[in-house]
């Protein structure tokens, strides 16, 4: 137990694969201040005031986006993320916990994506309710609003059974508005009233 400040030089910190339903990870190009859902016709809710089913059906699928915060601004990338194939993996290093009744690691999980070039690392990203409606605040000091539902569209139409649908796309696209401020800011949220 603890952190950085209470382990010696040759202990690292690990997570406990146990201690999860499902993990699974996943890199892009660079860094990423900030991700958030899309959930639109898929069936379950990945809004802040979900509902977590308890018993989800395997494998799942989730629709994401993130923006990253590369060392310079042109490099910086709207990422539009399908995870598919995605199965439970609580057990998965422990043999005596996985019986014959219960298949894990069926397959592996796929990441297929689309990117949007921008100018300016992004400090915050967010969907409008779970939509492809999504806003990003840069350290340009802008918010920009983007209409996501094409990529996300060609994200779906993707066989990720096939190698050569996944391979990721660089799209360019126009925000369909822009507002400037007199101050960078870290915090963004689409109300949920209007």
């Known amino acids: 137990m603890g952190n950085e400040k209470h382990i010696s030089k040759d202990e690292y910190l690990d997570f406990e694969n146990g201690a999860y339903k499902m993990l699974h990870r996943a890199n892009t190009e660079w860094p990423c201040l900030s991700c958030d859902f899309i959930s ?54 422990d043999p005596e916990e996985v019986g014959d009744e219960t298949e894990f690691n069926e397959g592996n999980p796929v990441i297929i994506h689309r990117s949007v070039p921008i100018k300016g690392g992004v400090n915050r990203i967010r969907s409008m309710q779970g939509t492809p409606l999504v806003a990003i605040q840069s350290e340009a000091r802008k918010v920009k609003i983007y209409d996501l539902q094409g990529l996300v569209s060609d994200l779906k139409k993707c066989d990720i059974t096939q190698k050569i649908q996944r391979k990721g796309k660089e799209i360019d696209l126009e925000p369909l508005a822009t507002f400037s401020s007199a101050h960078e800011g870290f915090a963004l949220e689409w109300s949920p009233l209007q």
């Open 40 to 93: 639109g016709d898929l069936g379950y809710d990945l809004s802040p005031n979900r509902v977590i089913e308890k018993n989800p059906q395997y494998p799942l699928e989730v629709y994401s986006v993130a923006a990253s915060q590369a060392s310079v601004p042109k490099n910086n990338r709207l990422y539009v993320m399908r995870m598919a194939n995605l199965h439970e993996t609580m057990h998965d290093d």
